[in-house]
Structure formats: structure tokens, C-alpha cells
């Protein structure tokens, strides 16, 4: 078997041109259009990372170092000047200056259809001081800001191309990055090769890459284990012991900067005047039910980390002092009993429709059983409950948030009274002020002063109870060298080559 | 076109006769007997409550203690396979009842008024019938929203032209029977002449297809449960227990080959007593 | 026979018609917004879902969305897709010889297995051998096809390690490893069809058999085997291919489930990738054009089957 196995596999490899340094990674799911200003998928970043270079990246401690650009500085609060690095080339041949930034910057937020408006709406005007350098003006004070520029925000596209193609652009795409667009079959594969004109070109050995979607995750095991992939992107925590025992592959676990919690309606409609989104002790007696560490223990493999922050662990501002609280049934039942709520409390509980998730939910309703709720469970697919959610047709909602570098990203929007997707219009002035003052500065020790605050009376009202923060879990084969997982998830190629 | 004689009085008794001299249908009779006394009397029979988790017992291949093994949660697999039964029998019957429901008296109605009538009902139940059946059940269910009930409900409505056709066919074909033109020529309204005279033969030919179409409905829950909608967690259904195993097929096989067994076991049962019920009443293969 | 033809072709026009209102009709049923799945982690700015209604239409009524959609179908354009902002007939250009390759191996497995054993069947009629037969093909129609395929998996891949588990080669890139992707969703697909088209062919046989000309070739002396495959074989064979060639819809109904369990980027993984992501032109351009191909099918085996025995022509 398994010498028929090795016979296909050769068989396959010679027959590929150029097969040597071809590295193929596998997607979770389809990326969406591959233009920096349209995409919104978290794949289609994984994408980028090999196709559009950015103005910053980050390093494993999330701190902002240069790509694109080689240096920033504020020269007032509202006032960014970056300096460019010289001597970069789209992959048209057209070079990288400050008049291609101000373009790609302002493509982001007047292009129609694009997503990236939110992320850069405090920006005011973009300015060319010279060839190299540009000058950002923003309307008020944000420290967040910088960080948007190390992801799709920052990354700067070919003026030339972007002009020609206007919406299309993402059809074929061209950037700056290491590698450029060579083809796409929607659904099968993304190829890009590599571009020899890469300002790092050094630091690329791999000839090709290839990116495949396989939304199944035992057919992406499968995969990998016959060796006809090299690298996937997102592995089952469940399926670790199956990657690590095997000899020829090898598992690379960082933390995630997302989260999964429940998003309680405390406001919008009817719905939020339940006994469980109207009374915070209710809240909190559901979150003393909970057992976060079994939980993740039989769904995860106890891979994921139990926490009460949206934050991730390899954050800076993440405050380990702030630690879930462990199980007390007869506490919860109290603050029940404190609340004057009639028991069996009913709990609406809306789940979308993946089987871990859905098994997470059963497990959460066993344990809240046992402290007197009654945990009514809908597994609704994604579209359907997008639209509850906007209704505030549920109670309580398990929803997850791919994370953002700065916390702010992770925070603001969902707890700030007019944070963009707080639809369960959640509003607390201190939360607001905390938030707020915590833009305005950007000394670190500050801002966990500010988020410190802010904490303190999250965990009062519990709008947001956060269960735990995921990891990224990749899978590859032995011969993949010079990987190097960060807490971003994405796929750097820098460096990464395959033994022979 | 000449009238025909009407087939030979107490047809049942005959048909009785046929379907039990073959084995295979019989078996499948007995089968549906177990399955529907296992639904039934689950709570009875089934040796540990469906829905309790033990954090303990995951993923344990199949014991004495745990005939089927333990799923993801730590429930025992087959209580789980047992109270499912109900679930997937429900739901067989329920979407055929809908669908016959439905499509019969449509059928009746385009069989027996003719002209544009007919015309208007066909080219609808041709349109039906071009589009992928599946497509259309996920479309129906995600519109009514996730829950057996609405699965049921998206399956009968998808279902439903076949009948439609049945019972169409068959009306035409009993129209032409020496009693019932005479029926009609005595003066009796066209209800009566439906209800007293065609209904009756056209129980036949949607017997048959009923039973086929319950085993088609079995295989569309399990459809919809795979896909995630229908059955809501924790009721155990087995087309989302297979939704469940497939992240777990190298570790804990057995958590799919059970459920699908238990798919393929109804829906054979119920295609083999379809099948002998066609033998038996003498249809003319399609 | 002209006029059965027009006739015929005028039916399919309203029927077509139809399937596009129905299709449509559906479509505005499904909960959520598009605008909102498609607006992503950006779905709580109204401005940004302003702008994706306006772009896609979705601000006006529905007739006159409808009325914009089939005004462009009949010119020839079936839209762009929502999520990928592909046109969807270069997708379905794409995709569809991947279902058809899938579909083809499935038909010809189906008739290399189903057709044999058909004729056994009646050969050995109400002897053993039909009763195993017939229990074989129910037992192929009972499996539900995503847990054959699922079942297949996990021996020939992930145990025993034979072929690749998921993925789709195209034929003309590498045909070994075309293959080997694609003959198991293939024999999954083709299973049931299999066991239909063995019943068709039995019954057909019989049916044949019966026949005063089978009656006199035996008289004549022809030894059985002869008399059943030369004589009985061919004049069966008409019905069955031509009843056959309808269950190129079944094909396609369990296509998708096969595409999802096997990940192969055909039809089926579009359409049930396109509902859960309220791609309305997707979901309305792939049954559009699967309907408009499984309706002129249906004329073409009903016409084909009327010229090839004429007794069946309409007065």
C-alpha cells in the first residue's frame, strides 16, 4: 500500500513542471475578490500576504515594524509622516512612491464597495512631501490608526493597474508583494509565482504557490497526511494528535488575536427585555454556571484559552491578572435567586452551523442546565442569523471576532455606544470614556490604565461574555522549512522554502 | 377511446396474498415493525438518556457498556441512534403525508377538469420538477428557518408534483372505466363522481409511491440535517449525527458508520416494501 | 411528427419561464439580507450597506429587480456573482465540465453495472440470482449517497491510503491523477443510478422476452444465451438508454451533496455555496441554465423516443 502510495505520489510530483519549489496551502474556504479594497474575507488576507506587501507589518510580540515604509513618526497627535523605502516595483514594473501610497490610500476610502472606510474613517487627507515620503493627516488624535496600516488598509496597489481596472482590479491583481498573480479558478486554486523584482528577493526561495480551498476539515487532514499539500492553514484542535503522531508532518500553534464569546441582546427590541438580557446578575449567574476550562477541554482538546477579555494572550495589553472565574453552581443559583428571576430561566440561544460550534453549545447547555436555565439552542446558518442579529431577533448569540492587532480593534467596536457592531446597543458612559481616552494616547502604560477601567465594568454588566481565544493551529509537512506561525495567522513566505 | 372493465372486486385480499409471498418485502415489513416499536418505545428501550454528556467517556469506541460507542459529547451512540429513529420516521411520513396531501387533490383536480386546467397545473409541476430537488428543499428550509418542522415541511412541498403526476395518471386511467363513465352519465356531480368513484383507484399507484417517496424523504431529512438544517442540537437526528462525524472519521469511525447503517437500513426497508406493494397490486412498471 | 415537435418546444417556453419566477421567488423568501452577508465585519455601517443595495439593485421592488434580471438573461448576460464578482457564465463555464466529467463517469459506471446485472436479472428471472440482484440495486438506492461517500473515504484514503481524499484534477491537466480524484465521488454518484437503471433494464427485457419473435428464435433452435443478448438485448436497450438520459437530473441533484463531501468545485459546491451565501444571480443563473439543460433533455428523449417506435406516436 503504502509503495503504491509513494509510486502515485512520485508519479504526480514529476509530472508538474517546475514542481521543486511549488508550495501548495490549504484555505479553510474560498478567499473573495482579490482587490486590498474590496476583500473581506480572513483567507483572503492569508492571500495577500503572499501578493501585497504593506506599509507596516508586525512581529511575534504584535509590535509594528516596517515593511513598505521604513520609518514613522508623529509629528503632532493628528499628524503621521512615514518615509517609503526606495527602489520597490510593482509587479507591472512601475515603482512604489508616495504618489502611489496617496492613491491607494484614497482608493480605500472613495473606491465604491469597498470595506476598508471604517478602518481608515479618521483619516482626514493623505499628502506627498516627496518621492519618499508621505504625510497622513487625521481628524482627531487615534493611536489605533497605525496598526490599521499593517493590514489590508496598508497595503498599496500599482496606481497604473488599479486605473486600467477600476472594479475589476481584483481579477488581476498587482501589488508589491513577494509573489505576484499568476492564475485563478474560483473555488479550485489561486497561483501566484514568484516576482523577480521583489525588494526582499533574497528572502523568497519557493517558486510557486498555490492556495486551495477544502472547507472539510478530515478531507484537509487527509490531505496532508497523503502528502499531496504542504501546508494547512487552519487544523481541527481535535485533529493535533493525529498531525503530531504522524512522523513526516509537523504541527506550529501560535495565538490567535480573535476571540468567541456571547453576545447578549441587552438592547435592541423586545427581545432584550428577557430575563437573561435584561438583568445583569442573570448574565452573571449564567456566566458562574459555565465551566470554561471543560469546556474547551471536550471541544478543543483543550487547545483553545479560557478568557474573560477580548483580548489575545500575546497582546500587550492583555492583563493576566484578569482570569475567568471558575465554577460555582451555588453562587449562580444566589444571584438567581438575588435577581427574583422564575426558574427554569428560558434562554434563546442562537448557534451558527458549524459542528464545533454546535457542540459547544450543547456542552454550554448541560452545564447552565444544571444552575436553573433552560437553554433553548438554534443552529442558524450564517446569512440568517447575520439578519437576527441586526433585529435583535435573538437572546444570546455565540459569535466570534477574527481580532485586530491593536485592542482597540477588538474592543471598540462592539462595547463603544457607537461602536459599529455593537448592534445589541450596548451603552455604558464609563465603557464609552475608557475607550475613548484610550485612543487619544499612545503611551501603553496609559492605555491599560484606561482599559483596565473599562474592564472593571464590562465584567459588571457582562454585555459580551468571552469564553475563550482561539489558536491558530497550522498543519505541514516535514519538509516545509523556515516557517514561522504569528499570532496574525498569516502565511509569510519570507524565508519558507521545501527540502528536497 | 372504449371503456374498460373495472378490475376484480375485493383487490385487497389479493394484493395481501401477493405481498406476502415475497420474502423481501416481508422483511422489509418487519423491519419498518422494528424501527417504528424502537421510535416508539425509545425512552423504554434505549439504555441511556440521549442527551446526557459525560466529559468522561468521549469518543469510546463501541463496549459492552456502550453498544455503538460514545460520541463527542460522551453520549452513548446508540440511545442517540434509537431516539433518532423517531426523528427520521417522523419526518418520512410527515413530508409524504404533506406531499400527498398537497399533490393528490391537485392531481385529481388536473386528471378530472382537463383542458387549460391540466395545462397550467403541468407546465407548474414540470418547472418543480426541472430544478435540482435538493436545491430546492435547502432554498425552502433555510426560508422557513432551521427546525424539523419546517424541514418537513420544505420536503413535502418539494415532493409534491410527483404526486401530483400519480394521482393525475391515475385518474385518467380510472376515468376510463365502464362504472364510472356510467357514473357520470347518470348525472352525479363531478365531486361525487372524484370522491365515491376515482379516489378509490387511485390508492393504489399513490400507495406505492408513497411508500418510495418516505424513503426518499428519510434520505432528504438526513439531507437538510447534514447540511445543518432540520433537527436542532441536541435532538439527536442521524443526518446530523453524520453532520457531527465527519470532523472525527480517522479517530472515531464509528460515529459514521452507524447512523448512515441506520439511513440505509430505513430507507432500504422502505424501498423493499414499495417494492412489493407494486408487485402485488399489479402495476404496470413505469 | 413536425407539429408534436412545435408542440413540444412550445411547452417548454412557459416551463423555462417559470422555473426563473420560481427560482426568483424563492430567493426573496430566504431570510437575511445580502447586503448584510455580503458587508461582512463592516455590516454595521449603513453607509456601506446603502451602497451595496444601490450597487446591487437591491433598494428597488422586486418585479423590477426580477424584470432587470430576466431582461439580461435574455440578452445573454446571467450577471456577475455577488461574492466573487465573477461573471457567473464564465463560472459556469468553469464549473460545469467538472460536474459533467463527474456525471459521465457516474453515467458510464452506472451502465457498465446496471445493465449487466439488468439483463441477468431477467435471464435468471424469479431465480436466485434476480432476488440477490434485485436486493443489490435497492440496497445501491437506499444508500444515502453523501454516507457512501464519507464511508468510501475513510476506507480507501484514510486507511488504506489508495487514493487522494478530496480535490478535483481536470482531465487534460493529468488524467492518472484526474482519476483517481474523481472515480469515487464518481462510483458514489453512480451507484444509484446503477440500480435504476438495472430495474429499467430487467423490466425492458422482460418485457422483450415475452415477445411472439423471441418465442419463435428459441423454436428456431438458438441456443438461450443468444437468443437474449442478440435478439432480447437490442430491442431493450432503446428504452432503457432513452429513460436513462432522464436521470441525468437525479445526477445533478446528487452531484451536490457529492461535490460537498468529496470538495470538488463542480456545480453542486457552487449552488449550495451560493444559497448559504445569498448570491441570489448565482443561485438564479445555475438552476436557470440547469433547468433550461434538464428540460431539453426531456424533449429530446420524449422526441427520440416517439421516432424510434413509431407506435407510440399520437394520432
Not at chain 3, 438495472?198 to 427485457?205: E, F, I, K, P
Request: proline share 7%.
Amino acid at each position: 500500500m503504502r509503495r503504491l502510495l509513494l509510486a502515485t505520489a512520485c508519479a504526480a510530483l514529476l509530472s508538474q513542471a517546475a514542481a521543486a519549489q511549488t508550495l501548495r496551502v490549504v484555505l479553510r474556504e474560498d478567499a473573495d475578490i482579490l482587490d486590498p479594497t474590496l476583500a473581506r474575507t480572513y483567507v483572503g488576507r492569508i492571500v495577500f500576504a503572499g501578493l501585497c506587501d504593506k506599509l507596516f507589518d508586525i512581529n511575534d510580540k504584535l509590535e509594528i515594524v516596517p515593511q513598505l515604509a521604513l520609518s514613522h513618526e508623529w509629528t503632532d497627535p493628528t499628524t503621521l509622516v512615514i518615509k517609503l523605502r526606495p527602489g520597490v516595483t510593482f509587479h507591472d514594473g512601475t515603482p512604489m512612491d508616495a504618489a502611489a501610497v496617496k492613491y491607494s490610500l484614497e482608493r480605500h476610502v472613495t473606491l465604491q464597495g469597498s470595506f476598508r472606510r471604517s478602518e481608515l474613517n479618521v483619516m482626514d487627507r493623505v499628502e506627498v512631501v516627496d518621492p519618499l515620503t508621505v504625510r497622513i493627516v487625521l481628524k482627531t488624535a487615534s493611536s489605533p490608526f497605525l496598526a490599521q496600516l499593517t493590514d489590508r488598509a496598508g497595503m498599496i496597489v500599482s496606481p497604473k493597474a488599479a486605473e486600467a481596472a477600476g472594479k475589476d482590479f481584483g481579477l488581476r491583481p498587482v501589488c508589491a508583494g513577494p509573489f505576484s498573480f499568476k492564475e485563478r479558478v474560483p473555488q479550485d486554486r489561486i497561483v501566484l509565482e514568484r516576482f523577480p523584482g521583489y525588494w526582499n528577493k533574497d528572502a523568497i526561495k519557493l517558486e510557486r504557490v498555490i492556495y486551495q480551498p477544502i472547507p472539510d476539515s478530515s478531507i484537509r487532514l487527509a490531505n496532508l497526511q497523503a502528502g499531496s499539500v504542504d501546508l494547512v492553514e487552519y487544523i481541527l484542535p481535535t485533529d493535533v494528535d493525529a498531525v503530531r503522531r504522524n512522523p513526516r508532518l509537523r504541527i506550529a500553534i501560535t495565538d490567535y488575536l480573535g476571540y468567541q464569546g456571547i453576545t447578549f441582546n441587552v438592547g435592541n427590541g423586545p427581545r432584550s427585555k428577557a430575563p437573561i438580557t435584561a438583568d445583569s446578575r442573570v448574565r452573571r449567574a449564567f456566566e458562574l454556571s459555565l465551566d470554561r476550562e471543560a469546556l474547551v477541554q471536550v471541544v478543543y482538546a483543550g487547545l483553545y484559552t479560557p478568557t474573560v477579555q477580548g483580548l489575545s494572550p500575546s497582546s500587550p495589553y492583555y492583563d493576566p491578572a484578569l482570569k475567568p472565574p471558575a465554577r460555582d453552581v451555588a453562587a449562580a443559583k444566589a444571584l438567581l435567586k438575588e435577581a427574583g428571576v422564575a426558574l427554569p430561566v428560558p434562554v434563546s440561544f442562537m448557534v451558527p452551523n458549524n459542528p464545533d460550534l454546535r457542540q459547544a453549545a450543547e456542552v454550554i447547555q448541560s452545564m447552565a442546565a444544571e444552575a436553573g436555565f433552560n437553554v433553548q439552542i438554534t443552529s442558524t446558518e450564517f446569512a440568517s442569523a447575520l439578519q437576527a442579529e441586526s433585529r435583535g431577533d435573538y437572546e444570546l448569540f455565540l459569535l466570534a471576532w477574527s481580532g485586530r492587532v491593536d485592542p482597540d480593534g477588538n474592543l471598540y467596536s462592539f462595547l463603544h455606544s457607537t461602536g459599529a457592531q455593537n448592534l445589541a446597543k450596548y451603552s455604558n458612559p464609563v465603557v464609552d470614556k475608557a475607550l475613548d481616552d484610550a485612543r487619544l494616547t499612545d503611551d501603553p502604560a496609559r492605555r491599560r490604565q484606561y482599559y483596565a477601567g473599562m474592564w472593571a465594568a464590562e465584567r459588571q454588566d457582562l454585555p459580551i461574555l468571552y469564553l475563550w481565544t482561539q489558536k491558530n493551529i497550522a498543519g505541514l509537512s516535514a519538509k516545509v522549512e523556515g516557517f514561522k506561525p504569528m499570532p496574525d495567522g498569516m502565511i509569510r513566505l519570507q524565508g519558507v522554502s521545501l527540502a528536497k | 377511446m372504449t371503456g374498460q372493465p373495472a378490475p376484480a372486486s375485493s383487490p385487497a385480499l389479493i394484493a395481501w396474498r401477493r405481498f406476502r409471498a415475497r420474502p423481501a418485502a416481508v422483511l422489509g415489513f418487519a423491519v419498518i415493525a422494528l424501527l417504528v416499536f424502537v421510535a416508539v418505545a425509545a425512552p423504554l428501550v434505549a439504555p441511556y438518556d440521549p442527551v446526557t454528556q459525560s466529559y468522561s467517556a468521549i469518543r469510546k469506541a463501541p463496549t459492552l457498556q456502550h453498544l455503538m460507542g460514545t460520541d463527542e459529547n460522551g453520549r452513548d451512540v446508540l440511545s442517540r441512534i434509537m431516539f433518532g429513529a423517531r426523528a427520521s420516521l417522523l419526518a418520512g411520513v410527515v413530508s409524504v403525508l404533506i406531499a400527498a396531501g398537497i399533490g393528490i387533490p391537485v392531481g385529481l383536480l388536473a386528471g378530472f377538469a382537463g383542458g387549460w386546467v391540466d395545462g397550467v397545473i403541468g407546465r407548474l409541476v414540470d418547472a418543480m420538477l426541472a430544478c435540482p430537488f435538493l436545491i430546492l428543499a435547502i432554498a425552502l428550509a433555510a426560508a422557513l428557518g432551521p427546525s424539523l418542522t419546517n424541514a418537513m415541511i420544505a420536503i413535502g412541498i418539494t415532493a409534491a408534483p410527483i404526486f401530483v403526476r400519480v394521482a393525475r395518471g391515475a385518474t385518467l386511467d380510472a376515468a376510463t372505466y365502464d362504472y364510472v363513465e356510467a357514473a357520470r352519465a347518470t348525472g352525479n356531480p363531478p365531486w361525487r363522481v372524484a370522491l365515491r368513484h376515482i379516489l378509490p383507484n387511485i390508492v393504489p399507484p399513490v400507495l406505492v409511491q408513497a411508500t418510495l417517496a418516505i424513503a426518499a424523504a428519510i434520505i432528504a431529512e438526513a439531507s437538510l440535517s447534514f447540511l445543518g438544517q432540520g433537527q436542532q442540537p441536541p435532538a439527536p437526528s442521524w443526518g446530523s449525527m453524520l453532520l457531527s462525524a465527519q470532523r472525527f472519521l480517522g479517530d472515531a469511525p464509528w460515529l459514521a458508520i452507524f447512523p448512515g447503517a441506520a439511513i440505509f437500513l430505513a430507507v432500504l426497508a422502505f424501498n423493499l416494501v414499495g417494492d412489493g406493494l407494486r408487485d402485488a397490486l399489479d402495476l404496470r412498471r413505469r | 411528427m413536425r407539429s408534436y415537435l412545435a408542440g413540444r418546444l412550445l411547452q417548454v417556453i412557459p416551463t423555462i419561464l417559470l422555473v426563473s419566477v420560481l427560482v426568483f421567488a424563492l430567493q426573496q423568501f430566504l431570510p437575511g439580507d445580502p447586503a448584510v452577508v455580503l458587508a461582512g465585519e463592516e455590516r454595521g455601517d449603513p453607509v456601506v450597506l446603502q451602497q451595496i443595495r444601490a450597487e446591487l439593485w437591491l433598494d428597488r421592488s422586486v418585479p423590477v429587480q426580477y424584470l432587470h434580471w430576466i431582461g439580461n438573461v435574455l440578452h445573454g448576460d446571467l450577471g456577475v456573482s455577488w461574492r466573487l464578482r465573477e461573471p457567473i457564465a464564465s463560472l459556469i463555464l468553469a464549473k460545469l465540465p467538472v460536474t459533467m466529467q463527474l456525471g459521465g463517469m457516474a453515467f458510464m459506471i452506472a451502465l457498465l453495472i446496471g445493465i449487466p446485472a439488468g439483463i441477468l436479472s431477467a435471464a435468471q428471472r424469479n431465480r436466485p440470482l434476480d432476488y440477490v440482484a434485485n436486493l443489490v440495486g435497492l440496497a445501491g438506492l437506499s444508500t444515502p449517497n453523501f454516507w457512501l461517500g464519507i464511508m468510501l473515504i475513510l476506507l480507501v484514503s484514510v486507511k488504506l491510503g489508495w487514493l487522494p481524499p478530496s480535490g478535483y484534477v481536470p482531465l487534460w491537466e493529468d488524467w492518472r491523477q484526474s482519476l483517481a480524484t474523481t472515480i469515487m465521488p464518481a462510483f458514489v454518484l453512480g451507484n444509484s443510478i446503477a440500480a435504476i437503471l438495472m430495474r429499467h433494464t430487467r423490466s425492458a427485457m422482460l418485457t422483450a422476452l415475452d415477445q411472439d419473435y423471441i418465442r419463435t428464435a428459441r423454436a428456431k433452435g438458438l441456443r438461450e444465451w443468444r437468443v437474449v443478448l442478440r435478439h432480447a438485448f437490442r430491442n431493450a436497450l432503446v428504452p432503457v438508454v432513452t429513460l436513462g438520459a432522464l436521470e441525468l437530473g437525479t445526477l445533478l441533484s446528487g452531484a451536490v451533496l457529492t461535490e460537498f463531501v468529496f470538495s470538488i468545485p463542480g456545480f453542486g459546491k457552487l449552488i449550495v455555496d451560493a444559497v448559504f451565501n445569498r448570491d441570489y444571480p448565482v443561485v438564479q443563473g445555475v438552476v436557470l441554465v440547469t433547468a433550461g439543460m434538464f428540460i431539453l433533455l426531456n424533449l429530446l428523449a420524449d422526441v427520440l423516443y416517439v421516432v424510434i417506435n413509431p407506435r407510440l406516436r399520437v394520432a
